[in-house]
């Protein structure tokens, strides 16, 4: 069993992880209020010593994940941006037509 500062970087370790494969099912979903919301419950987390050093590589490698998140999480927000201003330009002018965009180009 571990203590100390250990115990305590390994817990919110364990957070951090949970909470980034939380949000990467989210964005898998589509839904990304749900990705954001999973990432923004960690802001509380806060006040631990320094990383013990048997940590640093665990730390990393959750450090990665969550780069790699919110490199997801930005580029689903460019594309969702850029979808609402084709719909917006394609809004109904007072004729009604069917209209949809092409995902895959």
Known sequence: ??????????????????AVDAAWVAIGRG????????IDELDHLAGLPPLPDELSGRA?????RL????????????????????AQR???????VPRFIDRTS
């Open 67 to 86: 780069c790699a998140l919110d490199a997801q999480l930005e580029a689903a927000r460019v594309e969702l941006r850029r979808e609402l201003q084709v």
């Open 60 to 64: 990393r490698d959750v450090l990665e």
């Open 31 to 38: 839904d990304l209020d749900e990705a954001s919301e999973a």
């Open 90 to 96: 394609l809004a109904p002018t007072g004729r009604s």
């Open 1 to 18: 069993m571990t203590h100390g500062p250990t115990a305590g970087w390994a817990s919110m370790l364990d957070l951090v992880d949970g």
